[in-house]
């Protein structure tokens, strides 16, 4: 089992930038995929990115593409997610998950996720 906790969430003006980290226990973490979603009040939980096990690999959402980018260190069993150029439409709660499959867009096939860390973008 894996437990995972995000932190690096806040309150950032357009235009900002936040890297977001996603702790996780155990010592099976480099086994995992992680993904990243983000959920907006009143909106269905959104697909945002995903890294391999290595972390050779990444994948990210159209919306976000090229202004956010993931990464992880295998070592301190930590993942991140580096925002840019941040808009108001990407306040949401953050959300990291972990998942046997990489790159999966679908919140069904993670296995274990984290609370949520909320990040506010203002105008």
């Known amino acids: 089992q894996v437990q995972l906790l995000e932190s690096g969430g806040g309150l950032v003006q357009a235009g900002g930038s936040l890297r977001l980290s996603c702790a996780a226990s155990?010592?099976?973490?480099?086994?995992?995929?992680m993904g990243w979603f983000r959920q907006a009040p009143g909106k269905e939980r959104e697909f945002v990115a995903a890294?391999?096990?290595?972390?050779?690999?990444?994948y990210s959402a159209d919306s976000v593409k090229d202004r956010f980018t993931s990464s992880r260190d295998n070592a301190k069993n930590t993942v991140y997610l580096q925002m840019n150029s941040l808009a108001p439409e990407d306040t949401a709660v953050y959300y990291c998950?972990?998942?046997?499959?990489?790159?999966?867009?679908?919140?069904?096939?993670?296995?274990?996720w984290g609370q949520g860390t909320q990040v506010t973008v203002s105008s």
């Open positions: 155990g010592r099976t973490f480099s086994s995992y995929a």
């Open positions: 998950a972990a998942s046997r499959t990489y790159g999966s867009p679908y919140y069904r096939e993670y296995l274990y």
């Open positions: 890294i391999s096990w290595s972390g050779d690999s990444t």
